[in-house]
């Protein structure tokens, strides 16, 4: 998966909302979160509201706070660095198996070219808190969501450990081939754990009992297509008969 799978298509602005497929985890209080981001806060019912976790450095050079307080703006941000790591080995306290611990020691520096014209370098940089909002067409940020009901992802889930579901996206949106990224979304539908896969077991109960409790008024359909006709899912790119097909970038 990348950025571009869901962001990038440049549509005139517009009212109205989009449907999309997604999966979450479920945490030990029954409620769904991100399946690849620890960080992001849990789905709560309603609307929810997407904000940028990013712990990278920003793509947007105009968020390096300037260190010598003249206001200047950075037009061009370069990183360079590497990683030297140690060979010491460590053994369990009964000197059984072993394994290698590497340690690392980072040399990195950061070359900025400033808005006077000046090139200065620096062994680290400061940004400037809330730098965009969510999503962002830099930043991989924002609620993702499928827009194919085929998708691989989507057509191979078995619901192990894993829950399905519809979200209804608004605000603004970024549009992809395969989905899209926006800024509010809320859970309309979800499929019920309990009724996946071929037999019914404690573990899937528990998930659907959870699911009942903290999200009493999603209503919990048996399978994906159920979930597909409950929301359908309309096609977000042009068609290939369309000028604006062939304008895509």
Not at 9 to 25: K, S, T
Not at 32 to 50: C, F, S, V
Request: glycine share 10%.
């Amino acid at each position: 998966m990348t950025i571009k799978d869901y962001s990038g298509v440049d549509f005139d602005f517009a009212i109205g909302e989009v449907y999309g497929l997604r999966m979450w985890r479920m945490d030990a209080f029954g409620r769904l979160r991100a399946r690849n981001m620890d960080t992001a806060r849990p789905w709560k019912p309603g609307i929810n509201e997407a904000a940028c976790h990013s712990t990278a450095p920003p793509s947007d050079p105009a968020a390096v706070i300037d260190p010598t307080g003249k206001g200047r703006t950075a037009k061009e941000v370069s990183y360079s660095g590497g990683y030297f790591s140690g060979g010491i080995v460590l053994r369990t306290a009964g000197g059984g198996s072993s394994w290698p611990a590497l340690s690392y020691e980072p040399e990195k520096s950061y070359t900025v070219t400033w808005d006077d014209g000046e090139v200065e370098r620096y062994d680290r940089l400061k940004y400037r808190e809330a730098l965009h909002p969510s999503p962002d067409e830099k930043c991989g940020c924002g609620f993702y969501a499928y827009s194919d009901p085929q998708h691989e992802e989507v057509a191979q889930y078995d619901g192990h450990h894993l829950v399905l579901g519809i979200v209804r996206g608004t605000g603004r949106t970024l549009i992809g081939t395969k989905g899209f990224r926006c800024e509010k979304a809320e859970i309309v539908a979800l499929r019920d754990p309990s009724r996946c896969g071929r037999k019914k077991t404690e573990w899937r109960e528990r998930q659907s009992a959870n699911l009942r409790r903290v999200y009493p008024d999603v209503p919990l359909l048996g399978s994906r297509s159920e979930l597909l006709e409950f929301a359908p899912i309309q096609p977000l790119l042009p068609e290939p008969g369309t000028d604006e097909f062939w304008s895509l970038p």
